[in-house]
């Protein structure tokens, strides 16, 4: 079993940033059982949960178009850990911000993080 943590989510004013955290951990990992892609994903307030950005061991990037520009994803691997830049919010991107990761055949979800963007 594998257990994502993240951390950093916040309320925030128009324009700012924050920096989102996501920590896998779990026993499987401390035998070498390899973290894939790590990702980010949203629910907004009554909408479905949506990509944000995502990030494969080999450092392949991908993003969805809302968060193109505004956002950066990047990873530690030796930390089992990924991270969420988020520069120029807007209200829009308010959201419960989950991580995901990829072990071996099975995927993760993180519990979330609350983003609160204030207009």
């Known amino acids: 079993q594998v257990q994502l943590v993240e951390s950093g989510g916040d309320l925030v004013q128009t324009g700012e940033s924050l920096r989102l955290s996501c920590a896998a951990s779990?026993?499987?990992?401390?035998?070498?059982?390899?973290?894939?892609?790590m990702g980010w994903y949203r629910r907004a307030p009554g909408k479905q949960r949506e990509f944000v950005a995502s990030?494969?061991?080999?450092?392949?990037?991908d993003y969805a178009d809302s968060v193109k520009g505004r956002f950066t994803v990047s990873r530690d691997s030796a930390k089992n850990t990924v991270y969420l830049q988020m520069n120029g919010l807007k209200p829009e991107d308010t959201a419960v911000y989950y991580c995901?990761?990829?072990?071996?055949?099975?995927?993760?979800w993180g519990q979330g993080t609350q983003v609160t963007v204030s207009s």
């Open positions: 995901r990761a990829w072990v071996g055949p099975k995927d993760y």
């Open positions: 990030i494969t061991r080999s450092g392949s990037i």
């Open positions: 779990g026993r499987i990992l401390s035998f070498n059982v390899i973290v894939n892609t």
